[in-house]
């Protein structure tokens, strides 16, 4: 048994979907005429041959027969002149895909006898009979043919000479360098304020000739101080600009990367499906980050295998339409500014909007009356949550997983996705569009309900100062006229995110954001202005709360939510969809209060219970919520434990004391999980006591649910 090295398998799986990329590559030549037939003969015998001698240094013996035995067909072909059949060409590329799944998965694979099976039987002589295959790694060639020399493979290994680092040490210095690079921000600023202080002590001694011989020498030695410490700053914002635009170039990585990928699931798609696609890419010198390459994974995959399935028509009917009989998938990207653009699109029949329609109306997604009949809803009813037209589950579609988890994807990453629908001849395309890093983003910093919040710049399209008197009302929401005439819908971002807001006031502070052709007003309290920001993941127990990408550090180190204006369009579509169809029924809903001295904590804990249904007041300790408690009706109260002033034990005995609120159910969620504290939360007259470490979204709701 030869002992794996890591880095070797590493490189031979490298080199192996890198051979089946070449190969894929050299079929669409083939096919497209641009490759003649000897040529492609002689290339794949080569890509073979060096799989195989790779697989054989690696120790993969199951693997390694089966690019043998293709090898071995391809001999008998350059030796005949004989032109491969469709058949030979689909078998030697599902071959070589079972060869890079079995590497992937340690050497075995559960196809790998049957294809040995399929690549004999395809040969000019008998199929010989296969020994089994059982993907143990062997240091002999035994059970197979003959081995030819791996001396092709040994470069493979001399090529890798890259410093291998830990994907997440990489990470953590880039987080380091980020969050200096927000320090950095806020000792500008500090700097700004004692340049400031030290201009208006000098306009005070020159304005009063008392203080000049008393305070003077002390200006002067506070103006040297000043000076020095502003220069300080600059050199060190150069090196930290240096610094930053250094680990930027390290996570950069050709998009071209994950190209192999992209092929094999167009490859795989098509075979499965039994349809005739290629995948065409036009990517050029496109870089784009770790990070946002490896989150973009998924969303690609899953749209090139929905252009296959839904997009791209069987070879039948492409021949009635006048179509070529192969469909074509295309990716291309391009830098926009600080942006990278992906579009995914195919020459296929487009969506069949007649078909998108009704699942949605039959989901509730649409009304049947075709009054919200639009491509706008249409397109928002497509990117729902489980909304997909598939009839029938397949390894290819139709798993109840729909574009949903495209535009998720991309808007954690602070980007946007575009469709055109298109319908009969012209197809249908995607367009993505996220940062080309993610070591710092560009933000609007507002003010809303007494807390600050970030709106990705990607999403913002303008500002506005409207007059309070300029609103109207449409189907129940709020709207106002653009400058440009056009109705905008308002939401207030302070109520959306379950704090308390000041009565309209004279004028009224508008964020226009966008959501594809959507846009929606967002009135704030203030527009502080542009930042940048870097997004920290939320803690695990919260971070399935909606209506937030994650949090940043802004200003004097205060905590800021980074909002997600993806589900404030949604959330807005679903509360016009609820009040038409409850149009003039009036049920109050359950109101809880909840309190915690923690912003991050209360508002997520709001947004998971305002998604509920529920109407939430948030307060940040155990005075304010007895305070609230007394003046108003609550249903139930859920708070912290660790709170100043008052704690939540505390307060749980003060209202278990209270004879009008002593009935009322109280949940205490928090950190503190021994037995004692257990105890004691039960004691003092707790429903529900939760530890954070047990909670999710899920917990809260259901405790929530059995008291209510």
Known sequence: ??????????????????????????????????????????????????????LRLAGYSAPERLAHAVEDRLAELRASGDPPSDEFLDAIEQALSTCLKAVEAGGSHPDLDQMLVRIGGLGD?????????????????????????VVDTASAVARVKVLRIDASRLDRLMELGSEYLAQ???????????????????????????????????????????????QDVRRVGQLTADFDGAMRGVRMQPLSVIVPQLRRVVSEASRELGK?????????????DRQVLDALREPLMHLLRNAVDHGIEADSVRVARGKPVRGEIRVSARLKGVNVEIEVSDDGGGVDLEKVRARAVELGFLSADGAEDTARLLDAALFAPGFSTATAVTTVSGRGVGLDVVRARVAELGGQVYTSLGHGQSGASFTLTVPASVVSLRGLSVRAGGATFVLPSAQVERTLRIRGGELGSAEGVTVVRTPEGDPLRLRWLSSAMGLEHADDPAFLQVVVVTEGAQRLGLVVDEVQGDTSFVIKRLPW???????????????DAALALVVDPTHLFRTQHTATREHRVKLGVHQERPRVLVADDSLT?????????????????????????LEALEQQAFDLLVSDVQMPRMDGFELTRRVRSNPRLSKLPIILVTSLDRPEDV?????????????????????????????L
């Open 601 to 625: 904590s209360r508002t997520l804990e709001r947004n998971i219970l305002a998604s509920a249904g529920y109407e939430v007041q948030v307060v940040e300790d155990g005075v304010s919520a």
């Open 679 to 707: 105890a004691e939360g039960a004691r003092v007259g707790a429903d529900e006591y939760i530890v954070k470490g047990q909670f999710d979204q899920e917990t809260l709701l259901k405790a929530v649910s059995r008291l």
């Open 276 to 288: 005739s696609a290629h995948l065409s890419l036009d990517c050029g010198e496109v870089e784009i």
């Open 184 to 230: 950095h921000g806020r000792q500008r600023r500090q700097r700004a304020a004692l340049r400031e202080f030290a201009d208006r002590l000098a306009a005070l001694t020159k304005r009063d000739p008392r203080l000049k011989s008393t305070l003077l020498p002390l200006v002067q030695d506070f103006e040297a101080f000043v000076r020095g410490e502003e």
């Open 541 to 555: 127990n919260i971070r399935r709360a909606q209506g937030v990408i994650g949090a940043t550090h802004q200003g």
């Open 125 to 149: 002589r008998a199929a010989p009979v296969p020994a089994p295959v059982t993907g143990e790694r062997t240091s002999n060639g035994s059970a197979g043919p003959s081995l030819a020399p």
């Open 1 to 54: 048994m030869i002992v794996q090295d890591p880095d070797l398998a590493r490189v031979v799986q490298a080199e192996t979907g890198e051979a089946l990329d070449a190969l894929l590559e050299l079929s669409e030549n083939l096919m497209a005429g641009t490759t003649a037939l000897p040529e492609f003969v002689r290339t794949a015998f080569r890509i073979f041959h060096n799989v195989k001698g790779a």
